[in-house]
């Protein structure tokens, strides 16, 4: 009898856990979806938008992944390739977001050097991060046998180790340049020109800390620690659910500063307008 109602809670834990998923993932591919349609195509792009325009497009890509592997998961049962997939996405907005911090860091230490850097800095950047993303996932998750199965264990720790040191030292980077902006922000908080973007980069940073982080600790522990299945099972469904969360907050954010709800409230009508003009062109 114990063992039965144990089976019961297991099932409706993870019934209630993966339905949080797909509905804040949902909530959040509205968000970031906004954000892409605004910043790609209604306002004048900045180099510092265009950070948060790659982030936004690798949280969607994210959340639509997460999203549909959780449908696919609950109905089909899991499979390892749906982790790959969809951390390597997470971990193309880390990087991102690393960049981002790492630029208002500099842009608030030098601001004469964030005036003068050639035109086309922010583009190359998320290029890099985008091209880089794509090896340091995939490589170790074919060594460890994530996506053709099989593959030696220590093949398997040596890359999996390479891994999470870039990984760490991408965490430590966010960290440190985190700090650095806020407490040069403070310090010039009475004089001095502040940079942009400078309030949502210091709220993003805390978000990913408590939500992002279990998911990259998931990631970095599943390999090396893989004998406690039961645990890291259980885990990962939180880790899911806490890393939509930091992907779909971000919208939130971005829009609860004023001047990005006005550049909002500016582009819809202009966006509604044209819609509403080409559909009477059309049934004209």
């Known amino acids: 009898m114990f063992s039965f109602w144990n089976i019961i809670s297991t099932r409706t834990f993870y019934t209630i856990v993966l339905s949080l998923t797909v509905f804040t993932g949902l909530g959040g591919l509205v968000g970031n979806g906004l954000m892409l349609w605004l910043l790609g195509f209604r306002v004048r792009r900045n180099p510092f938008s265009m950070y948060v325009l790659h982030l936004a497009g690798a949280d969607f890509l994210f959340l639509g992944c997460q999203t549909v592997f959780t449908i696919l998961t609950f109905t089909q049962g899991s499979q390892q390739l749906y982790l790959v997939v969809v951390f390597l996405w997470f971990f193309t907005g880390l990087g991102l977001l690393v960049a981002l911090s790492l630029e208002q860091c500099l842009a608030a230490l030098f601001p004469k050097w964030s005036r003068c ?97 279990p998911f990259l600790a998931y990631w970095t522990l599943k390999n090396t620690m893989g004998s406690l299945l039961w645990f890291f099972s259980f885990f990962l469904s939180i880790a899911e659910l806490l890393a939509c969360v930091n992907s779909s907050t971000k919208p939130i954010i971005y829009f609860c500063d004023a001047n990005h709800r006005r550049e909002l409230q500016r582009a819809w009508p202009r966006g509604g307008k044209s819609r509403f003009a080409e559909a009477l062109e059309m049934t004209a």
Do not use: D
Not at 126 to 135: E, I, M, Q
Not at 140 to 166: D, E, K, M, N
């Open 117 to 213: 850097r050639p035109k086309h800095t922010s583009a190359c950047v998320c290029a890099l991060v985008w091209v880089l993303s794509v090896p340091l996932v995939l490589v170790p998750s074919q060594a460890c046998g994530l996506l053709t199965g099989g593959g030696s264990w220590l093949t398997c720790f040596r890359y999996h180790v390479v891994s999470v040191i870039c990984m760490f030292l991408l965490f430590s980077i966010l960290c440190v340049a985190n700090f650095v902006l806020l407490v040069r922000v403070q310090c010039c908080s009475q004089s001095g020109q502040k940079p942009p973007f400078y309030c949502y980069v210091l709220q993003l940073v805390p978000l990913f800390f408590f939500f992002g982080l």
